[in-house]
């Protein structure tokens, strides 16, 4: 068994070779998630995944230009800006 964080093993029972590291994504709080969205899209900009919304507030992922993951997030209780 492989306990991990963030992809990068930090026990194994078996000899591991170089693991690299990697983030899983970066994440940006902002206000008023679907104006920044129309936004964003009007850019340009591909998205990996429609908004979703739960209990804790509203979420979308986006792809920098490699590709990388971009979280969004509106947080349920108001924030003061996204840039």
């Known amino acids: 068994m492989i306990v991990s964080l963030m992809r990068m093993p930090l026990f194994s029972p078996f000899e591991l070779k170089h693991v690299p590291r990697r983030l899983e ?3 940006t709080v902002c206000d008023d ?6 936004e964003l899209k009007q850019a340009g900009i591909r998205f990996r995944n429609d908004m979703e919304v739960g209990p804790g507030g509203k979420q979308i992922q986006l792809e920098d230009p490699d590709g990388n993951p ?3 997030f509106e947080p349920a209780t108001a924030v003061t800006s996204c840039s």
């Open 70 to 72: 971009i979280e969004l």
């Open 33 to 38: 998630l679907p104006e920044r969205i129309a």
């Open 25 to 27: 994504s970066v994440d």
